[in-house]
């Protein structure tokens, strides 16, 4: 079984950076890529990034060049690093394990509770 954990949401102004983290613990062995997505209210939930157990990382147009990813395997935690942030990146952000199959992620019913993270104009 897999569990995650995120933080580091808050509250921040357009333009400012905020820095998400996803602690995981246990593990399944189909499981090989983590990701982020996230919700706002009213709107379906939104894929943002993945990023593979060697490092390869994925992004969302809407997020490319503004957000990084990344993981440090000897915490079992990867971070979104989120830069020139937009009021429309307002929503809450989940953790994901799943996997990748033939260059597409898929995810498994592996999810965080989610960390609000808030931007104002």
């Known amino acids: 079984q897999v569990q995650l954990v995120e933080s580091g949401g808050g509250l921040v102004q357009a333009g400012g950076s905020l820095r998400l983290s996803c602690a995981a613990s246990?593990?399944?062995?189909?499981?090989?890529?983590m990701a982020w997505y996230r919700q706002a209210p009213g709107k379906q939930r939104e894929y943002v990034a993945t990023i593979t157990s060697d490092g390869t990382t994925n992004y969302a147009g809407s997020v490319k060049g503004r957000f990084t990813l990344s993981r440090d395997n000897a915490k079992n935690t990867v971070y979104l690093q989120m830069n020139s942030l937009k009021p429309e990146d307002t929503a809450v952000y989940y953790c994901?394990?799943?996997?990748?199959?033939?260059?597409?992620?898929?995810?498994?019913?592996?999810w965080g509770k989610g960390t609000l993270v808030t931007v104002s104009s």
């Open positions: 246990g593990s399944i062995s189909r499981v090989n890529a």
């Open positions: 994901n394990a799943g996997f990748i199959r033939a260059g597409m992620y898929y995810t498994m019913d592996y």
